[in-house]
Each structure stands twice: as structure tokens, then as C-alpha cells.
Antibody
Framework: EVQLVESGGGLVKPGGSLRLSCAASGFTFTTYSLNWVRQAPGKGLEWVSS????????FYADSVKGRFTISRDNAKNSLHLQMNSLRGEDTAVYYCARGGSGNVYLIDWGQGTLVTVSS | EIVLTQSPGTLSLSPGERATLSCRASQNVGSTYLAWYQQKPGQAPRLLIY???SRATGIPDRFSGSGSGTDFTLAISRLEPEDFAVYYCQQYGNSPFTFGPGTKVDIK
């Protein structure tokens, strides 16, 4: 059974930093892309970032480019999102999701971790 | 950036009725780079359809996807009580891999 468990969310002040993590199990980790998708309270889904299995391909939404950094540790089956210069509009539930093989449709999702940016 | 527009915003139907949801892209997303997700309140999204028309594992055959290029459709042949939810389309042909704003299917 595929499991994706996010952690690291919380309350942070504007301009602050936070590092999200996602622990993965139940699949061959290096075969699949991993992704972050967020959802602001009461709003729709917003794709944030993707990283390929070998970390050779990395993509970001324009809204986070230059502030967020995605990475993965294939030895520990984990995904990370370093978030710097946080803004109020970054407040959202952040989901970790496993992508399809060679594609970025999102097969499996974690339950999400809430990030709140507020003074 | 490819912008996805979903219509209608809300669809009010009764159990047993057919639902037809539309997703239109501002540019060609290719024949297969379109996915559909279902999300219920308080839950993570669930993949329904990928490649425009392929059902994900465990998805009932009352869900079907069609379309190519810029116009895509998700159909639910006979609504079951558990199908009332919000549905999102997503294109993954070009970064940024955008989502549509969603269609809410609620009980009439």
C-alpha cells in the first residue's frame, strides 16, 4: 500500500521559513516523480513543484519560483520542500503526491500539512 | 502558462442522473496530458482519469473521460450518493502543470 505522510507544517511569520517533509513507502521510490500541491482555505488546487525520480527535472510554479526549493532523498524515501520568504498567500494545506511514471498526473496523495503564514 | 476553464461552476443533479463536466484549455495540451480528480470535503483529492480517458486503478466504470487538444469532458453515467464532490481537471503536458478551478457536483 502506498503511503505518503507529510510533516513540518505550522504557523510562521511573514518573511519566515519552513521545511516540509514527506515520508513515502509502498512503491519503488526512484521510479516516480514527486510533487507538491497546495490548497488555500476554501479554494481550489494549485500545483507547486515537481521533481523527477533522479532529481534531473525540477519544475516550479511562478508563484513560488526563487522562494521554494524541492528536493528528494532517494536513500531515505523522502521528499522535502524548503519554503523561504513566506507570504500570507502561501497559507494552505500542502499535499505531497506521487506522479505517474514519466508524467505528472498525481496517482497517490498524502493527507496534507497545514502551513499558516501570519503575524 | 496553460489556463484551464471548467464549466459549469456548480452542477445540481439527483442520484441516478448523468453528469457531464467540461474542461477547456487556453492552448493545446496534447491528446493525452489531461487528468481528472475528485475531492470530498476534508479529504485529499483522488485521481479518477489520466491520459484524458484512462481510468485510474479502482475507479468505477461509470466515470469516463474524453477529448483532446483543448476540449475535454468527464462524464459520470449514473450519479451515486458518494459522487457528490468537487472535480478538478489538470494538464500535465507543459509546466506549470495547472489545475482548473473545479466543478462542484451537488445534490439537487
Amino acid at each position: 500500500e502506498v503511503q505518503l505522510v507529510e510533516s513540518g507544517g505550522g504557523l510562521v511569520k511573514p518573511g519566515g521559513s519552513l521545511r516540509l517533509s514527506c515520508a513515502a513507502s509502498g512503491f519503488t521510490f526512484t521510479t516516480y516523480s514527486l510533487n507538491w500541491v497546495r490548497q488555500a482555505p476554501g479554494k481550489g488546487l494549485e500545483w507547486v513543484s515537481s521533481i523527477s525520480g533522479s532529481s534531473g527535472y525540477i519544475f516550479y510554479a511562478d508563484s513560488v519560483k526563487g522562494r521554494f526549493t524541492i528536493s528528494r532523498d532517494n536513500a531515505k524515501n523522502s521528499l522535502h520542500l524548503q519554503m523561504n520568504s513566506l507570504r500570507g498567500e502561501d497559507t494552505a494545506v500542502y499535499y505531497c503526491a506521487r506522479g505517474g511514471s514519466g508524467n505528472v498526473y498525481l496517482i497517490d496523495w498524502g493527507q496534507g500539512t497545514l502551513v499558516t503564514v501570519s503575524s | 502558462e496553460i489556463v484551464l476553464t471548467q464549466s459549469p461552476g456548480t452542477l445540481s443533479l439527483s442520484p441516478g442522473e448523468r453528469a457531464t463536466l467540461s474542461c477547456r484549455a487556453s492552448q493545446n495540451v496534447g491528446s493525452t496530458y489531461l487528468a481528472w480528480y475528485q475531492q470530498k470535503p476534508g479529504q485529499a483529492p483522488r485521481l479518477l482519469i489520466y491520459g484524458a480517458s484512462s481510468r485510474a486503478t479502482g475507479i468505477p466504470d461509470r466515470f469516463s473521460g474524453s477529448g483532446s487538444g483543448t476540449d475535454f469532458t468527464l462524464a459520470i453515467s449514473r450519479l451515486e450518493p458518494e459522487d457528490f464532490a468537487v472535480y478538478y481537471c489538470q494538464q500535465y503536458g507543459n509546466s506549470p502543470f495547472t489545475f482548473g478551478p473545479g466543478t462542484k457536483v451537488d445534490i439537487k
